[in-house]
């Protein structure tokens, strides 16, 4: 999921970059049109509008910025590469939430406006926008920082078979084990956003949402630099691998993402005492008072269970979600501006962050104020 980045200068490049510096001033060179290369193009030819070309000095000068110029093209700047990376994104989210629209209009729980949809489509693209730029120089940095596994724990190793059949339902068991694994850090790194003011500024622009589709559920634009500081940081030093994972798995615990989040009566079952659904997890987004500081776990519900915040909802409990005290942001700038918006937050009270990781997080008075009515409509 996340991108290492490019490979270091290779020996080849350097050597390529010291004959370009040895060159003879008589080669024949194919004038550059950009401006820094054509500055470097007129040091290295010396060309005769340049009155600093018989000085030694500069062919220092341009060795350096030829190199610096180089890193930061192939490792900072990467356009194309991160361009790809949002194209890539962009795709999974539209498929799989595309295909949960589909159950919400076949199984609908609530119908909402198709406003939302196209709103949550336009979140969705600045999101994405945002977490390829962030999610790429977090790699960049682990990179450049030497960062490695402390401990690697290979559940491919441990769940194997020579039968052919066993074997792709042990990829498939390590493939939701390493899902599981993980989920252990986002459950307390959400538990913390619920605790610390700050943090729940952030991410409360989620839970702001009222009209809840899987389309329509995006967290804020800066939230990314808390899952890389309490998920994948640790995900960096602790690493589990799974081997090879069947294709239908990826894309089962992919589509689990996007139905958490779905206004759809289709869910997971019994299945859910395992793997989150959207049921269990609107629970967690409910307005009533005794669904608070419930169901934190996003892929699965055992930490929940373990930690004793499982909530799990009966045969036809479909609360209203949202915010009592803060409106759906519905242009780019509320989106944006949502956890810095002072109007908004002004009569808010500050939770105490140690005493809200112990009971759950912000009481709802601390959290939502005062009741509001909501706009979305029961099925």
Same mark, same amino acid.
């Given at each position: ?51 600093f070309c018989n000085l030694g000095k500069f062919r220092i000068v341009h060795f350096v910025v ?55 489509a336009r979140n969705w693209i600045i999101r994405i926008g945002c977490g390829t730029l962030i ?11 030497? /960062?490695?596994?402390?401990?690697? *724990?290979? !559940?491919? =190793?441990? +769940? ?6 066993? &074997?792709? $339902? ?16 986002y459950y307390w790194m959400h538990r913390a956003q619920h605790a610390v003011p700050f943090l ?46 069947? /294709?239908?798995?990826?894309?089962? *615990?992919? !589509?689990? =993402?996007? +139905? ?6 289709? &869910?997971? $079952? ?98 939502? $104020? ?10």
């Open positions: 999921m996340i991108h290492a980045g490019r490979e270091d200068l290779t020996r080849e490049h350097w050597a390529i970059s010291i004959s370009t510096f040895a060159r003879e001033p008589s080669e024949e060179r194919v004038i550059p049109v950009n401006g820094v290369e054509r500055i470097i193009w007129e040091m290295d030819t010396h060309h005769p509008n340049n009155r030829r190199q610096f110029f180089g890193a930061i093209k192939m490792h900072v700047l990467d356009v194309g590469e991160m361009a790809q990376l949002f194209v890539k994104a962009f795709k999974l989210v539209a498929i799989f939430a595309t295909a949960c629209v589909v159950l919400e209009v076949i199984f609908p729980a609530y119908r909402y406006s198709f406003a939302s949809y196209i709103r949550g999610w790429h120089f977090y790699a960049l940095g682990l990179k450049w920082l030497g /960062v490695k596994p402390l401990v690697t *724990i290979n !559940f491919g =190793a441990l +769940l194997h078979s020579n039968n052919p059949i066993a &074997n792709t $339902g042990f990829a498939v068991l390590s493939g939701v084990l390493v899902a599981i694994a993980g989920d252990f850090f729940w500024r952030l991410h409360a622009t989620h839970h702001s949402i009222r009209e809840l589709t899987a389309w329509n559920c995006n967290h804020h634009i800066s939230e990314p630099f808390v899952y890389a500081a309490f998920v994948a940081l640790p995900l960096a030093l602790i690493h589990f691998e799974s081997g090879v994972v069947p /294709v239908a798995a990826m894309a089962l *615990i992919t !589509f689990q =993402a996007h +139905l958490s989040h779905s206004s759809t009566r289709f &869910n997971l $079952g019994p299945l859910r005492y395992l793997i989150g659904d959207n049921k269990f997890h609107r629970i967690h987004h409910s307005t009533e008072f005794h669904h608070r500081h419930k169901n934190y776990g996003f892929f699965t519900t055992v930490w929940d269970t373990i930690f004793r915040t499982a909530y799990w909802p009966k045969t036809n409990e479909w609360p209203e979600v949202g915010m009592r005290n803060q409106p759906e942001p519905l242009t780019v700038r509320d989106f944006i501006m949502f956890p810095f918006d002072q109007r908004r937050w002004r009569k808010a009270k500050a939770g105490s962050g140690t005493q809200g990781i112990k009971t759950g997080g912000l009481n709802a008075v601390e959290r939502d $104020g005062p009741i509001h009515s909501d706009r979305s409509s029961a099925i």
